[in-house]
């Protein structure tokens, strides 16, 4: 069982960028396909991006495609999410998620991290 922790998450203003950071252990970490979710205040968990065991596929929802950029270091076991050019609309706790299969979109994944917060001021 992979064990999850973000990190990453802070306070940034519109336009900044920030970069979160998703920490496995426990298990195999090339194993499980990754994704990222967020969850703002108010509002339903939704899906970011996903990334496929060795990094060759990737898939990003409409508000996260040509802002975000998501990767993985297998040797590290750790997944990332490069966020640029960001926008208030992107505040929401942010968090990474494994399972054993890839799904390009939004899936309720076996295991969760705990989450981080990202703010963003205008």
């Known amino acids: 069982q992979v064990q999850l922790i973000e990190s990453g998450g802070g306070l940034v203003q519109a336009g900044d960028s920030l970069r979160l950071s998703c920490a496995a252990s426990g298990d195999t970490f090339s194993n499980y396909a990754m994704a990222w979710f967020r969850q703002a205040p108010t509002k339903e968990r939704e899906f970011v991006a996903s990334?496929?065991?060795?990094?060759?596929?990737?898939a990003y929802s409409h508000p996260a495609a040509g802002r975000f950029t998501i990767s993985r270091d297998n040797v590290k076991s750790t997944m990332y999410l490069q966020m640029n050019s960001l926008k208030p609309d992107d505040t929401a706790v942010y968090y990474c998620a494994a399972d054993r299969r890839w799904y390009d979109g939004f899936y309720d994944y076996n295991y969760w991290g705990q989450g981080t917060q990202v703010t963003v001021s205008s």
């Open positions: 990334i496929t065991w060795t990094g060759r596929q990737t």
